[in-house]
């Protein structure tokens, strides 16, 4: 199989990052998992935990919490696979560090890197727009971000799957790659 790029995605609780590790375990030996995710509270520090335990020692992990395509570009023949667990977390990370404008140009930065990357990745996000609107300008401000940048990283993806209580429903494929 040719290197290619999935999009997963859902709510909350849905399965997407044990199914994207699991898909990733079958695209090769050499598995680079990229959190952006930080420990900023005890909560989010248990979260943390319980994923690197889950993964075990056979996942190289970067921490990266801002510069993504950086990070995957220095990759370039060391992983098989890489996974980016999440989309939303590194939009969060980008909007209160760098501001709105910068989001869309490090989403413009890392949609120029992905077809230079020689291995398979996979990308995690959630769809954050399905619920209630947010009762402030902060929260709708991410909610329009992350469904900006769940769009671009779809377009670029080969393949889109949605996860559905734990279920796996493609809604993009491509064979042609």
């Not at 079958?26 to 935990?49: K, S, V």
């Not at 395509?69 to 560090?97: F, H, P, Y």
Request: net charge positive; hydrophobic share 45%.
């Amino acid at each position: 199989m040719r290197k290619g790029i999935v999009l997963v995605t859902g709510g909350a609780r849905s399965g997407k990052s044990q199914y994207a590790e699991g898909r990733a375990v079958a695209l090769g030996t050499r598995l680079l998992y990229l959190a952006t995710g930080e420990a900023r509270d005890e909560e989010m520090a248990r979260r943390i935990a319980e994923h690197k335990k889950r993964r075990g020692e056979r996942w190289m992990t970067v921490e990266e919490p801002l510069e993504v395509g950086r990070a995957l570009a220095e990759r370039q023949g060391k992983v098989d696979c890489a996974l980016v667990d999440c989309l939303t977390l590194w939009v969060s990370n980008l909007l209160i560090q760098r501001g709105e404008e910068n989001v869309a140009k490090a989403t413009e930065d890392l949609i120029q890197v992905l077809p230079r990357l020689d291995f398979h990745l996979l990308f995690v996000t959630n769809e954050v727009g399905w619920g209630i609107v947010p009762d402030n300008p902060l929260a709708r401000q991410f909610r329009d971000l992350a469904g900006r940048v769940n769009q671009r990283i779809a377009e670029a993806a080969h393949e889109v799957v949605l996860m559905v209580a734990g279920v796996p429903v493609v809604v993009k494929q491509h064979h042609s790659r």
